[in-house]
């Protein structure tokens, strides 16, 4: 059963112990603005219990994650009227979390922005790619 953490900033916000700009609140989030936007409108979807990072959330919490991601994120398109809006959602710091309380970025895009949420391709060979799905399977 998850719960608030001591100490953790994003615990502190969702439940309004530090003050925030909330766009949206309900019993189990809050979604704030972010304090440093990557663009206009950036918004994070905060559970008010606290979990490390998507691995750690039961699936029945995770279920209502992306409903609210896909309200959010309608009403961001008409209110900001952006071009296009990235969700994100890193794990870890290899994956390029700061804060270690999961939370998901809405991030709206505007035609020649700057905002940078692209990767090099690289090639992958056919064996590699059934030993992957072989692998991952597994863990289902
Ligand atoms: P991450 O890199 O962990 O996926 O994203 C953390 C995000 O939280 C960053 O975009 C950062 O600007 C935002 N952030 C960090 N501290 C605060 C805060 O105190 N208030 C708000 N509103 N956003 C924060
Ligand atoms: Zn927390």
Redo the contacts with the bound molecule.
């Keep these: 059963m998850a719960k608030i953490k001591e100490d953790c900033?994003f615990c502190k916000?969702a439940n309004g112990q530090i003050p925030?700009n909330s766009v949206y609140e309900d019993e189990d989030f809050n979604v704030?603005?972010?304090?440093?936007p990557a663009s206009k409108g950036h918004a994070?979807i905060l559970p008010k219990v606290h979990y490390d990072n998507a691995y750690e959330m039961d699936e029945a919490f995770a279920a209502k994650v992306f409903p609210l991601a896909t309200k959010l994120a309608g009403a961001m398109k008409k209110a900001l009227n952006c071009d296009g809006l990235n969700i994100v959602q890193?794990n870890e710091e290899a994956a390029?979390?700061?804060?270690f309380h999961f939370?998901m970025?809405l991030i709206p895009r505007y035609e020649g922005d700057e905002v940078d949420v692209t990767w090099k391709q690289h090639e992958s060979v056919a064996e590699e790619q059934s030993e992957i799905v072989k692998q991952i399977q597994k863990e289902l």
């Design positions: 900033i916000i925030s704030i603005l972010d304090i440093s994070l890193n390029g979390q700061t804060v939370h970025h």
